[in-house]
């Protein structure tokens, strides 16, 4: 039995092969959209909380007053609330994100071996094109929908976290 060892790339990756995947991401667009807002909104609450807990520290338990507690915690739990809203409509659109652009490249994949002349397949293991393809597929989507989420968060909370 003959098994294919993992071959090793080192080649660099070529600016016309991320301007052809960009295809897939257009088809996101209003998700993307929805993904970036939802971070936004997820960063700057990450940035407000901690100064409305000085707030709150520095009016009602130094002083050991309860005087305008009331709606410090209800402006705190609207917070938190946003904050959960946010978390929830961001992981819900970027794994749509992420498996509708694994579910187009697979689709386009699987037609373009089916275009194939047989002398492919007979050069090529099947089981070895099938991983290939689902595995690559796989990590493209991921790459797309959940490296939009860390870089619009990290730029929003850096950049709030300066000013």
């Known amino acids: 039995m003959q098994y294919q060892e993992e071959q090793e790339y ?11 995947l960009l295809k897939y991401v257009k ?12 971070m ?10 901690p100064l409305m807990t000085r707030y709150g520290i520095d009016t009602f338990v130094v002083p ?3 005087e305008g507690l009331t709606p410090f915690i209800m402006a705190y739990a609207l ?8 978390i929830f409509f961001f992981i819900y659109f ?8 694994c579910y187009a490249i697979r ?4 037609r373009k071996l089916q275009e194939l002349p047989f002398s492919y397949y007979d050069r090529m293991p099947v089981g070895y094109l099938m991983s290939r393809m689902t595995s690559d597929a796989r990590h493209l989507g991921e790459a ?20």
């Open 10 to 20: 080192t080649k660099t990756i070529k600016l016309k092969t991320w301007k052809n």
């Open 27 to 38: 088809q996101f667009r209003g998700k993307f959209a929805l993904v970036a807002g939802f």
């Open 40 to 49: 936004t909104t997820l960063a700057v609450s990450d940035v407000i909380l």
């Open 64 to 66: 050991r007053t309860a």
């Open 79 to 86: 917070l938190l609330i946003v904050q959960i809203a946010a």
């Open 94 to 101: 970027a794994s749509r994100v992420e498996y509708g652009i």
């Open 107 to 110: 689709r386009e994949g699987f």
């Open 144 to 163: 797309f929908g959940w490296g939009l989420v860390d870089l619009v968060w990290a730029v929003v909370y850096l950049s709030a976290t300066i000013v």
